[in-house]
């Protein structure tokens, strides 16, 4: 199949939103720009359209895909119950990078949440992810637009490099701004709890609706005693080809470590420690107090890590705080949980 490439670079194009409208209407697949991640993106409502998804992907069959709309009235056809808390966080973050777990309706159907009582639902806030669902007429199910493993795709070209020839069409509508997935809260516990940390923070949460749970396999390994609410948790995930390594300790001693690793190890640091390290291949995240920047560069580094053929990749601890604890989470499981402490 070819995989054609939109360029729309504006909610107005009523043309080119049609013919990707058009698309999805009769079952296809389509890379489409959110402010979070590109999402692979199809008739939320058409089991068949959303069984593509999985093989293109070679996504689980049992992690679950979450449901794109463009305006509140589509909740109501997805969602079987709709608690007060769900709508004052509506009100607080849609549209944004927000997904909420909900008590599902029958109209869902069960190749979106693999067979579980339960949908996630969110609006984004992106200009044409907004277009083309509205063009559409359909909610979207859109789980990240990588192959299965491999880090989330920020830009069309990297949409381009996992999925050419594998799906119907992939839309441009330049680099993503958030740069990790969503924040996924689900709804049917009391208290509600934190499935997937993101550009919502959890603080943001409490403030809206008091207390929020923080799902143990945030920052653990998943294993027999810890079974994540989240399947999508439980995978490997994220992962350049590198060996990504998490450095906890000072400045000094992190450049030690790195230097000794010899030529063929690669160093992510922060913005203004890059000359520290001279002769090897060096990315910078962001400075450190910048937690947005380094969401925002993550997922783009470890891609250009993979094509640079890096074999170790050295990365400076980034904090918990505010949407640090999204990039820790990404950062922990693209290294398979290795952190050493200097
Ligand atoms: P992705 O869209 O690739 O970022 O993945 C979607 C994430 O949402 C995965 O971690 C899923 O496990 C999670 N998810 C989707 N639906 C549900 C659900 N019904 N309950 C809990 N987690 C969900
Ligand atoms: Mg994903």
């Keep these: 199949m070819e995989t054609k490439l939109y360029n729309i670079s504006s909610a107005d194009d009523a043309c080119q939103l049609a013919e990707v409208a058009s698309i999805l209407r009769s079952g296809g697949l389509v890379g489409i720009p959110t402010e979070t991640v590109y999402g692979l993106a199809a008739n939320a409502l058409d089991a068949q359209a959303v069984r593509k998804i999985f093989i293109a992907k070679g996504r689980p069959q049992d992690n679950p895909l979450i449901v794109h709309i463009s305006s509140i009235e589509e909740l109501y056809a997805l969602a079987e119950e709709i608690p007060e808390k769900a709508l004052f966080l509506a009100n607080a973050f849609w549209p944004g990078p927000l997904t909420m777990v909900l008590k599902k309706s029958p109209a869902v159907p069960d ?3 693999c067979s579980l009582p339960s949908v996630a639902v969110r609006m984004p806030s992106h200009k044409i992810a907004n277009a083309i669902i509205k063009a559409a007429g359909l909610p ?32 441009d509508g330049g680099e993503c701004e958030v740069g990790v997935e969503s924040t996924v809260i689900t709804l049917c516990t009391e208290p509600p709890v934190l499935l997937r940390p ?32 989240s399947p999508g948790m439980k995978y490997k995930h994220y992962s350049p080809d590198a060996e990504v390594i998490i450095v906890k300790g000072e400045l000094p001693a992190f450049e030690a470590l790195a230097r000794a690793a010899g030529e063929d190890a690669a160093v992510l640091c922060f913005d203004g420690e890059e000359k520290l390290f001279p002769g090897m291949t060096v990315f910078s995240f962001g400075a450190e107090d910048d937690v947005s920047a380094q969401a925002h560069r993550l997922f783009s580094i470890l891609r250009r890590a993979d094509e640079l053929k890096v074999k170790r990749l050295f990365v400076r ?8 604890m999204a990039v820790y989470n990404r950062l922990l499981r693209a290294a398979a949980f290795r952190v050493v402490e200097v």
């Design 111 to 113: 190749e979106v949440t």
């Design 140 to 171: 979207l199910a859109a789980p990240s637009a990588n192959l299965s493993g491999k880090p989330s795709p920020t830009t069309a070209a990297h949409v381009m490099h996992d999925m050419n020839g594998k799906i119907e069409a992939v839309v």
């Design 198 to 229: 993101g550009a919502v923070t959890l603080r943001q949460l409490k403030e809206v609706i008091g207390d929020v749970a923080a799902d143990p396999s945030i920052f653990s390994k998943p294993g027999a005693e810890l079974k994540p609410s």
């Design 317 to 324: 601890y980034p904090g918990t705080d505010g949407v640090g």
